[in-house]
């Protein structure tokens, strides 16, 4: 016990408690070489709490929607460096690629994404740092794209790539919940570079960096590829 630090103590708690968050990214590892028995048993929990969220995830239980008036203006901008750097994709060359169990893999144009019913939405953007946005986003849900294409909705995983090298993953069953979308605009416009142009999932029933922007690629498989921050010890389910 003596290695179980006051810091760590309180990380458990927090673990047990609230579930949502394992690991905070800057807390102070020993000996990343050698996880010690409190990580070890921090990735257990993770993974039990991706299990029982999954479990208690329904595709019929809707995240919160807002009214127009709600909506947070101006908007929060967050990513893993400053909004200087965010990637800027051409939108007239932009083709979404796509990979794994998908039987129609020819990558994807804006404007053959635009071909599609498209959904609108005002809902909560909540991220782990401990701020929420609403905001209104249109885009394809992604059920009837997964339809579309053909994709095996029997897999376990949808996986994203996106411009600025993040990346992420989300359970089928998320994947076909009917406010999932490949968000295209905000407030009626196309998104812009920092919010994720051209293209960004928006998943109101996870937190927000379940949400990758400017998504350049999607693949569809039973094998897991985790997230950005997901491998640096955030819950991989993370549903809000
Ligand atoms: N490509 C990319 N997507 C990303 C991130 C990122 O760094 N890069 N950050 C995530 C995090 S932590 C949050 S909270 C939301 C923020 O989205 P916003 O800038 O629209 O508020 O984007 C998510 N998607
Ligand atoms: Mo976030």
Aim: aromatic residues 10%; charged residues 20%.
């Amino acid at each position: 016990m003596k290695k179980l630090d006051l810091n760590r103590r309180k990380l458990l708690g927090r673990a047990l408690a609230l579930g949502a968050l394992t690991a905070l990214p800057a807390c102070d590892y020993d000996d990343p070489a050698h996880p010690d028995l409190a990580d070890r048993f921090l990735h257990a929990m993770s993974s039990w709490n991706d299990r029982v969220q999954a479990a208690l995830f329904s595709r019929h239980t809707l995240a919160p929607t807002f009214s127009a008036a709600q909506i947070t203006n101006p908007p929060r901008f967050n990513a893993f460096y400053d909004i200087s750097q965010a990637p800027v994709v051409e939108p007239a060359t932009y083709r979404l690629e796509l990979s794994g169990q998908i039987q129609e893999t020819a990558p994807w144009s804006l404007a053959q994404l635009r071909t599609m019913k498209q959904e609108s939405q005002i809902t909560r953007l909540i991220c782990v740092e401990g701020w929420r946005v609403i905001g209104q986003w249109s885009g394809v849900p992604l059920a009837e794209f997964l339809k579309r294409i053909g994709a095996d909705t029997k897999c376990k995983y949808v996986s994203f790539k996106c411009a600025d090298g993040y990346y992420s993953s989300i359970d089928m069953a998320s994947a076909l919940h009917p406010q999932t979308i490949l968000a295209l605009d905000f407030l009626n416009a196309p998104l812009t570079p920092a919010f994720g142009a051209p293209m960004r999932l928006r998943i109101p029933t996870k937190l927000g960096f379940k949400n990758p922007k400017s998504v350049m690629s999607m693949s569809v498989g039973n094998i897991y590829t985790g997230g950005y921050w997901e491998d640096q010890g955030y819950n991989w389910f993370s549903g809000s």
